[in-house]
């Protein structure tokens, strides 16, 4: 199995880091063989998308449309292309997803999918027919659980763009709220089983 792990934190080693390492340990508990790619999104070049629709224009039956931008999406694509399943993490800012992230999510939209026919004619579909899977880890310094309804649209983004770009379905999330107060290793339990139910037929 390959899984491409999406990091889309500013800092390294903390919560996100952490909890995405854990999952990938429940990953490979289910199959020491998997094939796992982490992605920090903070290490790469990754350039704002410029709307020019050259990947949504580009022939659909290519697994993975022409992107004008010569950064480290050239390499990222097809990893993401060949995955069996991803982790994508990312602390909540404002509400949503890290500026990382976000560039990340854009870049990723028509270059793995085309026009497609549902919901409505033109919205994008997955270029690939392979059924895959994804988990999704986001995090809050302050915010319990109990309040993740108001501060959370991170993980109903990152769930559109994997099923309609990935072709991906979520098959779990988790939302490590309050970490400042209750500390990571409160939710290291449940990043370890998310991994697991990703790898597990």
Known sequence: MWIVAINGSY?????IDTLVDRAIEGVRSVDPEAKVEKITLIDRKIEYCRNCM????????????DCVIDDDMKEIYPLLERADGY?????????????????????????????????????????????????????????PPLLRRFCDNATALIKDVGRCSLGARTVGSLYAGGVEKRGVEYYSGRAFRLGRRLTEK
Not at 54 to 65: G, M, Q, S, T
């Open 11 to 15: 800092r390294k080693g903390r919560t």
């Open 54 to 65: 050259v990947c949504r224009n580009d022939d659909p039956a290519k697994p993975i449309a």
């Open 87 to 143: 982790i994508v993490a990312t602390p909540v800012n404002m509400g949503h997803v890290t500026a990382l992230l976000k560039t990340f999510l854009e870049r990723v939209c028509w270059v793995l999918a085309r026009p497609g026919r549902r919901p409505l004619p033109g919205c994008p579909v997955s270029r690939s027919a392979r059924k895959k899977r994804m988990i999704v880890i986001v995090s809050s310094g302050l915010i």
